[in-house]
């Protein structure tokens, strides 16, 4: 005799879910049945040293940095050169570059005076510490509580 238990696993996932957004990005995202939403696991795991004091910084590690916006460095007269913005994180300099063109839309995310919570790998160039294209984070880090923040990376059903 069969088990029927293991039938619902492969069933629709709309014979159970009401209809609506969430049940559509399901569907486009993970599959259409129940056993897609068991094995949909994460590709790879990044993570990233929350770091509080300078000691903490490593060269080429991922961290996440509390800094404070000091001043935007626009390349206006070599042609190739980054654009950078100095900010101080534990009363020493470390430098955001970006390697692209919209300095309105940086200038914008990266208001002088400011403090914002960066996400990115951290380099040593020239005996400078600079964070290469860094992500902002929104949401609230507790920066005396954790140590470490695991991002999980899902594949893409759709390109």
């Not at 060269?59 to 996440?64: F, L």
Request: one cysteine or more.
């Amino acid at each position: 005799m069969q088990n029927k238990s293991i039938t619902i696993l492969f069933q629709n996932i709309r014979s159970i879910l009401p209809n609506d957004q969430q049940l559509k990005k399901i569907e486009e995202n993970i599959g259409y049945k129940f056993i897609d939403l068991l094995f949909y696991l994460p590709n790879r795991v990044i993570q990233h040293q929350i770091c509080n004091n300078w000691e903490d910084l490593e060269d080429q590690k991922k961290v996440i940095l509390k800094l404070f916006i000091q001043k935007h460095y626009n390349p206006f007269r070599i042609r190739n050169a980054p654009y950078k913005i100095k900010t101080t994180f534990c009363e020493k300099t470390i430098f955001l570059v970006f390697f692209t063109k919209k300095t309105g839309y940086l200038k914008r995310i990266f208001p002088e005076n400011t403090e914002v919570v960066v996400s990115g790998k951290l380099d040593i160039y020239a005996k400078k510490y600079q964070v290469t294209h860094p992500n902002i984070i929104d949401s609230i880090i507790n920066f005396d509580k954790n140590k470490l923040l695991v991002k999980p990376i899902y594949r893409q059903k759709k390109a």
